[in-house]
């Protein structure tokens, strides 16, 4: 399932309420620094000529969008980047959430701010900057296991150097000012099953977690058709059941089932 528009929405999010979201890659194929077999926009697309809008085209749309909705009386909760791929690979990202700030106070001034992003992307100075202004900067932390987390996120091209180390040393570099969203699915990829719900996969989570402190933790399980057949969503009473452990653990944790 593909974004077809730069600006879409606004649509009622499992874990965000009303939102309207932003997509700052190609309408018409899925560029991501991941390849997630889980995600519903489906595996990453093999081209190179696929153009991702410009900085004034997110603008212009998104302020159009904002002021029909606002002139209309509709609500919003949140405007949430997501969308064909991950955000912060767009050149101008950090000059896009600026922009977006400023059409947020001018016509929603209660709303917030979401990025959904792998966080492939925080080592690089202007995206961990943007990513620190706006509301909520959601970022994926699957496993803290390396096999799983090469099974389920398979980071590509010049990512593939990414481990489950990396990841939480520049995770911990924002000092609690984040949000951590983790998928929790089980069964089976190219002959190669895995399972991030077992005592082993959930005990090495929680310990990542303890050195990372997100200020919240959101958890949740497959909703849509994926590209990889053999998913399982994971039943609502296990992830309450590792909802409830972390909860121990002092996390402010939230549960979309």
Known sequence: MLFNQTIFGPIRSRRLGISLGINLMP???KICSYNCIYCECGFNTPMHEARAPKRAEVREALEARLRQMSGAGEPLDVITFAGNGEPTIHADFGDIVDDVIALRDRYYPAAKISVLSNATRIDRPQVFNALLRVDNNILKFDTAIDRTYHLLNRPTGGDRYLS???????LKDF???LIIQTMFTRGEFEGEAFDNTTCEEVSAWLDALGE???????????????????????PLDELNAIAAKARKRGFNVSVAG
């Open 27 to 29: 309408a018409d194929a």
């Open 164 to 170: 489950v180390l990396w990841l939480t040393e520049h």
């Open 175 to 177: 000092r609690g000012a």
């Open 212 to 234: 990372i402190k997100p200020r919240q933790v959101m958890i949740y399980t497959i909703d849509r058709a994926t590209p990889a057949k053999d998913l399982v969503r994971i």
